[in-house]
């Protein structure tokens, strides 16, 4: 039983199009997060919702918006894709923020996106 | 300006003997870090991690070393075995009222091969 689970794991789409990158936790964790692997292979944050409340929202294009209906998803939608944000989208949770002693993020598969 | 960093884009070593990966953080507001271990097409997995008021900590085969005046972290793995194969993430979270605070700051990770 995956702990945290996103869809789909890859996606292919032309520039311009819109598309969403869905995540759950059934962990019972408050807080959720996305992370992009860039082509440098860091890994960045984007956004972190606690309890559906946005609490981290890096310099992020507003092309990428997060929905939290609830505590245990977090949605990633992304706007007009252009071909930079071609990269592999992770998503994670927490208990608390930041993961501290025993509480460390878990990551989801990852989502592979390629917009061409 | 990343403030993570791990130098070394790859490791090997030999099934048997002493994997030691490097990490290297700029922002002295960090105090608490991890380790994550990455597979193919896989999330990243939590290792290992340190508390700053330490210098030490040890997991079985794993071990880590916190030096916090050289900012310098490392991970050792002895005996190294092929099944840890993998990427490693080097990861920092910051103490309350920093700019970095309520998200993990990773580095762009080292590839390890360990061969039988």
């Known amino acids: 039983d995956t702990a945290v689970s996103q869809t789909p794991k890859y996606l292919v789409t032309q520039m311009g199009n819109d598309k969403s990158i869905k995540c759950e936790q059934n962990l019972g964790h408050d807080t959720m997060y996305w992370y992009k692997q860039d082509s440098k292979k860091f890994l960045k944050i984007m956004f972190s919702y606690n309890n559906k409340e946005l609490i981290i929202n890096e310099t992020v294009p507003n092309r990428f918006s997060p929905k939290s209906p609830d505590k245990a998803h977090l949605n990633l939608h992304i706007n007009s894709l252009e071909l930079g944000d071609s990269a592999v989208y992770f998503c994670?949770?927490?208990?608390?923020?930041?993961?501290?002693?025993?509480?460390?993020?878990?990551f989801g598969q990852g989502t592979r996106l390629t917009v061409v | 300006d990343q403030q993570v960093k791990q130098n070394s884009p790859s490791l090997s070593v030999q099934e048997g003997r002493i994997s030691i990966l490097n990490c290297d953080y700029t922002n002295s507001m960090f105090d608490y870090f991890l380790w994550y271990k990455k597979y193919p097409a896989e999330g990243p997995t939590f290792l290992i991690s340190?508390?700053?008021?330490?210098d030490k900590n040890e997991d079985g085969r794993f071990t880590v070393f916190l030096n916090k005046s050289a900012k310098h972290l490392s991970l050792h793995i002895v005996p190294s075995q092929p099944g840890d194969s993998a990427v490693y993430f080097c990861a920092a979270s910051e103490s309350a009222g920093g700019t970095s605070y309520g998200k993990l700051t990773f580095g762009q990770g080292t590839i390890l091969t360990v061969h039988p």
């Open positions: 994670a949770s927490s208990q608390e923020a930041p993961p501290r002693r025993n509480t460390e993020a878990f």
């Open positions: 340190i508390s700053s008021i330490k």
